[in-house]
T-cell receptor, first 115, second 113 residues
């Protein structure tokens, strides 16, 4: 069975602090994909990044960076120098082609960035 | 611009009433999905369709029905059998294969009157 766990329900930081959102996943598939989505207060889900199970390179995009480690089944997301506009709920998700590309979501982490 | 359009944005249901949520995409995507989101929870899959005239139940299909008569459209009906329909509903689509990211609509918020 596939499962995604986001143990942090809510995180509060002050602007300019760095923050890391944790994601741990379970799957028996050898080929799978991991995603991060952002859900601002308006409700829509915004795609941030995708990694496949064969690519463990870490990635940096501006203030965002992702650390994928198969050995610990983790796909953590770090925001550097956080800003108020980063306040949102962040979801980690997993899909596998063998599972018809259905997304299995974690329960989300609500990030609040205070000025 | 290509995208997914969900309507209405807000919907109210009376007891014993069926309501239909609309989802239209112009991305030429093959697969479409319906998710339900409850406060403080992640998204749960209701139904999905990988091809026209075919669809499968997700994890929480009871009390819901769908149709896929056109590639662009995947409406969701919340029937009177769904006893707790108050939630945020999100529609998504994807171009099949290769773990592509799902594209989401802006959602419909359904409440009971």
């Amino acid at each position: 069975a596939q499962k995604v766990t986001q143990a942090q329900t809510e995180i509060s930081v002050v602007e300019k602090e760095d923050v890391t959102l944790d994601c741990v996943y379970e799957t028996r598939d050898t080929t799978y994909y991991l995603f991060w989505y952002k859900q601002p207060p308006s409700g829509e889900l915004v795609f941030l990044i995708r990694r496949n199970s064969f690519d463990e390179q870490n990635e940096i995009s501006g203030r965002y960076s992702w650390n994928f480690q198969k050995s610990t089944s983790s796909f953590n997301f770090t925001i550097t120098a956080s800003q108020v506009v980063d306040s949102a709920v962040y979801f980690c998700a997993l899909s596998a082609p063998e599972s018809t590309d259905k997304l299995i979501f974690g329960t989300g982490t609500r990030l609040q960035v205070f000025p | 611009d290509g995208g997914i359009t969900q309507s209405p944005k807000y919907l109210f249901r009376k007891e014993g009433q069926n309501v239909t949520l609309s989802c239209e995409q112009n991305l030429n995507h093959d697969a479409m999905y319906w998710y339900r989101q409850d406060p403080g929870q992640g998204l749960r899959l209701i139904y999905y369709s990988q091809i026209v005239n075919d669809f499968q139940k997700g994890d929480i299909a009871e009390g819901y029905s769908v149709s896929r008569e056109k590639k662009e459209s995947f409406p969701l009906t919340v029937t009177s059998a769904q006893k707790n329909p108050t939630a945020f509903y999100l529609c998504a689509s994807i171009s099949r294969g290769g773990g592509q990211p799902q594209h989401f609509g802006d959602g419909t918020r359904l409440s009971i009157l």
